[in-house]
């Protein structure tokens, strides 16, 4: 990543970019985990557990 490698923030255009293809990965994992019933990955944060549930909830509100 852009911070990773240079100490620096990235620039705001690379950030809103970065954040908008993490949250399509996240969307698309709730997606087969409310259709498929796939499982969670365990290197998930916090944070990103709770996003994809909601996700999920919204896919699929049964579960």
Do not use: C, I, W
Request: charged share 15%.
């Amino acid at each position: 990543m852009h911070q990773a490698k240079t100490g620096q923030t990235p620039p705001p255009e690379l950030a809103a970019a970065m954040a908008k293809f993490e949250t399509a990965q996240l969307e698309q994992l709730a997606h087969n985990v409310a259709n498929r019933g796939a499982l969670l990955p365990r290197n998930l944060t916090a944070e990103q557990r709770r996003a994809v549930m909601a996700m999920v909830s919204r896919v699929n509100p049964s579960l």
